[in-house]
């Protein structure tokens, strides 16, 4: 299905993605009482946080994630990602990774769990992370 | 550990699995949902509002639940204080996320798909990790919600 006006948009994919995340987000809290943030699990993962769940499940969530990334992608063929330049990447990881231990959260941690819990400190910073990606996005075009 | 284990590894598998469905670990897919001024792909609104829609009603459970099915108790950030850091914070990984097109989840779940283009990602998100805690190295409270 395609949305009028937007050819390129997958809104029924993206909307079924979003429920898988918030299946897995939604285990991840009432099943283990925790937030599914994905920079906090991955910092403790690492034992660069000194809280949260135990390093080993924290690993377990790490590996989950390229594992589920790779079966999808083995059903559904080719996904053909595009991706900006390698030295783009390790600069923009560096700026993600401070940002996000910096703001306490991620697009996972504040964008989902947050968000749908109300949460006015993680609404703040997704509005902010959202309207510095659009500015970000905007500038490079417009330097191109 | 069985019972804490598996409920981590089949939340990041289906976490890994809804990003890839979702198009998220598709930098030019993101990039192109930020892109408001431009060609504007509003995909990424369908797999947020998805993911939100279901956490809003297992919100809704945890006010029932003693504790949660696998673990003895909620450990939930508290926090409601707005501050100049979580302000910096988010300007900061906004920039970050606008110029690769990826987030810390699709980063790593790509390593699955584009190890080369991933795992530079994820080097430098280690990276800025580290650098965080060099700069701050404030009490592990504060860092709880990621």
Known sequence: MTLPGFPDAAPLDGLFGGLLIGLAAALMLLGAGRIAGVSGIVGRAFGI????????????????LPLGAGLVALL???LDPEFMPLPVLAVAGVIVGFGAR????????HGVCGVSRFSQRSIVATLTFMAAGIATVALMGAFA | MIRTHLPPLVSGTLFGAGLAFGGMTDPARVRGFLDIFGDWDPTLAFVMGGAVIVMAIAWRFVPRMRHPLFAGEFALPERSDLTPRLIAGATLFGIGWGMAGLCPGPGIASLAIAPLEASVFTAGLLGGLVLNRLAFDRPAKETAHG
Not at chain 1, 49 to 62: E, K, L, Q, T
Not at chain 1, 102 to 109: E, K, P, R, V, Y
């Open chain 1, 49 to 64: 946080n000194d809280s949260g769940m135990s390093p080993s499940s924290a690993w377990m969530f790490v590996i989950g």
């Open chain 1, 76 to 78: 559904k063929g080719r």
């Open chain 1, 102 to 109: 910096l703001g306490s959260g991620c697009t996972s941690g």
